[in-house]
């Protein structure tokens, strides 16, 4: 069993950035891939980012060259910059490779507004 557990989501301006961290507590071989989902309001939840356990990073087209994801064990973070307003939503922090068996922690809202 694992529990994920984030922090670091807020407020932000258009432009600025913010560091959103998620710490897995337990073993499984799930958190060898790590990554951060998000949902805005209407919309399904889509992928922003996955880590491997050997930092092999994959984004998606829309947070390519603005947000960086790392880990550190089995802490993961994303470090998003020049933030707009389209990046407002909850993040889910996940564990696992595969929607099946995966662990989701409980989500941040990131929300960008001026």
């Known amino acids: 069993q694992v529990r994920l557990e984030e922090s670091g989501g807020g407020l932000v301006q258009p432009g600025g950035s913010l560091k959103i961290s998620c710490t897995a507590f337990?073993?499984?071989?799930?958190?060898?891939?790590m990554g951060w989902y998000r949902q805005a309001p209407g919309k399904q939840r889509e992928l922003v980012a996955t880590?491997?356990?050997?930092?092999d990073a994959n984004y998606a087209d829309s947070v390519k060259g603005r947000f960086t994801i790392s880990r550190d064990k089995n802490t993961i973070y994303l470090q998003m910059n020049s933030l707009e307003f389209g990046d407002t939503a909850i993040y889910f922090c996940k564990a696992g490779r595969f929607e099946s068996g995966a662990y989701w922690g409980q989500g941040i809202r990131v929300t960008v507004s001026s």
């Open positions: 880590i491997t356990s050997s930092d």
């Open positions: 337990g073993n499984s071989p799930r958190t060898n891939v």
